[in-house]
């Protein structure tokens, strides 16, 4: 079955860098596009970028281009996200979630989700 | 930039049918993908293309979207409904949630 595993919580002071891996089973990596998501503390869901899982191309949400590069590890099925220059504000839950194709279209949608990572940025 | 609006709540009966509404410009041409999240656990799709319903998910859940306004429908709410729901769309590959929407059954 499908499953999309993420890696356990960090702490980080502000500043600093963070990188949050998704490891995939149960299907072959390459074929669906990759979203990640952000939800601060008792917010909404935040859309951040998507990848394709194939070539590596990547686009970014309103907002999270230039300090969010999303990346890829095909020979783990894992993609990963990594996060610059942290602040207090990008405390939140991360959340990888797989688009149902490689190919963008705007019938996209997110089916399955991992389980996300917390991500505390204090001092 | 593309929004869309959700109501920050609703509450229904249970057994009651709850309508819950994400507004966007012309969004009837857009597809319209909906997720359910309860406390503590990760989102879990509930339709997709406006009104499909992945395996799995309940006959009481069903969804429209035309003009500026999608819907998505729970015929017979049941305690266990009770979540955020949020709708998403894409806009020049760029996804776009809306501020979700707390259902209370009560």
């Known amino acids: 079955q499908v499953q999309l595993v993420q890696s356990g919580s960090e702490w980080r002071k502000p500043g600093a860098s963070v990188k949050v891996s998704c490891k995939t089973t149960?299907?072959?990596?390459?074929?669906?596009?990759m979203s990640w998501v952000r939800q601060a503390p008792g917010q909404g869901l935040e859309w951040m970028g998507w990848?394709?899982?194939?070539?590596?191309?990547?686009t970014y949400g309103r907002g999270f281009a230039g300090r969010v590069v999303l990346s890829l590890d095909t020979s783990v099925d894992t993609a990963y996200l990594q996060i610059s220059s942290l602040k207090a504000e990008d405390t939140a839950m991360y959340y990888c979630?797989?688009?149902?194709?490689?190919?963008?279209?705007?019938?996209?949608?997110?089916?399955?989700w991992g389980q996300g990572t917390l991500v505390t940025v204090s001092s | 930039s593309y929004d869309l609006t959700q109501p920050p709540s609703v509450s229904v009966s249970p057994g009651q049918t709850a309508s819950l509404t994400c507004s966007g410009d012309e969004l009837g041409s857009k597809f319209v993908s909906w997720y359910q999240q309860k406390p503590g656990q990760s989102p879990v799709l509930v339709l997709y293309?406006?009104?499909k319903r992945p395996s799995g998910i309940p006959e009481r859940f069903s969804g429209s979207n035309s003009g500026n306004t999608a819907t998505l429908t729970i015929s017979g709410t049941q305690a266990m409904d009770e979540a955020d729901y949020y709708c998403q769309a894409w806009d020049s590959a760029t996804g776009v949630f809306g501020g979700g929407t707390k259902l209370t059954v009560l």
């Open positions: 149960g299907y072959t990596f390459s074929s669906n596009s």
């Open positions: 979630a797989r688009a149902p194709e490689r190919h963008y279209n705007n019938k996209w949608f997110l089916d399955y």
């Open positions: 990848i394709d899982t194939e070539i590596g191309i990547t």
């Open positions: 293309e406006d009104d």
